[in-house]
């Protein structure tokens, strides 16, 4: 049986003193109201309603359900209303995983896209992986990959970045600025430990392609920790561009080989599926879509800005 709607009927019987009255209200015979009334009590083994010619009353056993019935019917209907309401006003937690570089880029775009939305509660995470969003509980991925696997999940562009070589003008004073991209190979160059990287760098001027394998000097795997050693003058490091930003405008590094990159990798937010999709899930998401390629950029501008190049 139904439970929760034979317990609407029971619920509208006792508000409306009459089998008939409630029938005419929830559009149903007076015979079907009176047999789900009937099934209720047969399921519960109780009798809810002592039954005449001109009253109904309720039975003790009756009292105490009819409190429990609007009660649950009551966070039933609270629980619709929140649940339609998910799909039209973003609020609750938002759990977000982005790769470990583009946290620099991702937080302060939390920080305004939440004081638009201020009932939503941030959770970020940041790792050196691309998990799956629906094994590990996700609501939204940023992943970055040259390209993605074949997915059930739904996959938003939000932008490209790549790396770029730079180095401290104290290192170029002491080894010299290399000219070409194959020059490198005779420099210390710093090893980013990164899985989505090989142990090699790959890197296109313009349509060649030239391949460098870094000193074991020195590696790490966060980006800021990089961007120090290098400041300290260890030696060329090869960051991503959004990275390269601040040290170049403070001049605390220049950028190498100005036409010189690593090949570009595709940004993607990944989520669970299209449908019924949550309004905080659908409106972070459309925020990063304009949000983030401004931001990228803002930082590629500085990149082409040849009083940064070496």
């Excluded at 090869?238 to 405008?249: C, I, N, Q």
């Excluded at 879509?289 to 940064?308: G, N, Q, T, W």
């Amino acid at each position: 049986m139904d439970l929760l709607n034979s317990m609407r009927v029971f619920v509208r019987v006792v508000d409306c003193a009459s089998f008939t009255a409630a029938a005419d209200a929830l559009d149903l015979s007076t015979a079907q109201v009176s047999r789900l009334v009937a099934d209720l009590e047969q399921h519960l083994q109780a009798r809810l309603l002592q039954r005449t010619t001109r009253r109904l009353s309720l039975t003790e056993a009756g009292e105490r359900f009819l409190q429990r019935s609007r009660q649950i019917l009551e966070d039933m209907q609270e629980a619709t209303e929140e649940a339609r309401g998910a799909h039209q006003k973003p609020s609750g937690r938002l759990r977000v995983h982005s790769m470990n570089g583009l946290g620099v880029l991702i937080t302060p775009l939390i920080a305004r896209y939440c004081e638009r939305y201020p009932d939503v509660v941030f959770e970020l995470t940041l790792s050196q992986r691309n998990p799956d969003p629906l094994e590990e509980g996700h609501d939204v991925v940023i992943s970055i990959a040259y390209e993605l696997e074949d997915s059930q999940r739904v996959a938003q562009t939000l932008g490209q970045i790549y790396s770029v070589p730079c180095a401290a003008p104290a290192y170029l004073e002491r080894h010299g600025i290399p000219q070409h991209p194959s020059a490198l190979n005779e420099h210390r160059c710093l090893r980013m430990v990164d899985p989505l990287y090989s142990d090699q760098w790959q890197l296109q001027d313009g349509h060649d392609e030239y391949t460098i394998n870094p000193t074991r000097t020195f590696q790490c795997n966060v980006a800021e920790s990089m961007v120090k050693a290098s400041e300290a003058g260890m030696g060329i490091s090869l960051l991503p561009f959004y990275t390269a930003t601040r040290p170049l405008s403070d001049g605390t590094l220049v950028r190498l080989l100005p036409n010189c990159r690593a090949r570009e990798r595709n940004v993607y937010a990944l989520y669970p599926s299209r449908h019924f999709l949550d309004a905080k899930v659908r409106t972070w998401v459309d925020f990063l879509k304009i949000e983030l390629p401004k931001l990228f950029a803002e930082h590629e501008a500085v990149m082409e800005d040849s009083r940064h190049w070496a």
